[in-house]
């Protein structure tokens, strides 16, 4: 797809998630529900790349080690732009300490075997306001 394609650009969501196995599984999965997946590569600047994409929200693994999830889900939150946005973040159930500093942003977080197990109903939260109201 090129990036001229802006109408269907809004039916993306941003990936963040660098292993490849779930990585995949979940780009796979949002294709086949009509979305597109967008990647990008950790960095300094992952934040400000995710606000500049416009789409429907994130997924994001919060125990990724490539990027401080929590500090990038702070930013997001923080942002007016993403104030719609559909933000599904995963870990762990043992790691409580992530799981606490993400809902105290006002986020659920659900664990990876639940995420993993309803990755298909997970997936179909994206832009799932936008398809009652057509």
């Known amino acids: 797809?090129?990036?001229?394609?802006?109408?269907?650009r809004r039916q993306a969501a941003v990936v963040l998630v660098t292993e490849d196995f779930f990585c995949d599984r979940i780009c796979t999965t949002l294709e086949a529900l009509g979305r597109e997946a967008v990647r990008f590569e950790p960095g300094d600047d992952l934040l400000d790349r995710v606000l500049a994409t416009d789409c429907l929200g994130v997924v994001v693994d919060l125990e990724d080690p490539n990027?401080?999830?929590?500090?990038?889900?702070?930013?997001?939150r923080a942002s007016e732009k993403s104030a719609d946005w559909t933000i599904l973040s995963f870990c762990s159930h043992e790691d409580?300490?992530?799981m606490a500093k993400v809902t105290a942003l006002g986020l659920t977080v659900t664990p990876r075997s639940t995420f993993a197990l309803n990755l298909v109903r997970k997936l179909q939260e994206f832009g799932a306001e936008d398809e009652t109201d057509s």
Not at 67 to 76: H, S, T, Y
């Open 96 to 98: 409580e300490e992530r």
């Open 67 to 76: 990027f401080d999830a929590p500090e990038v889900l702070k930013g997001i």
């Open 1 to 8: 797809m090129s990036e001229d394609s802006e109408p269907n």
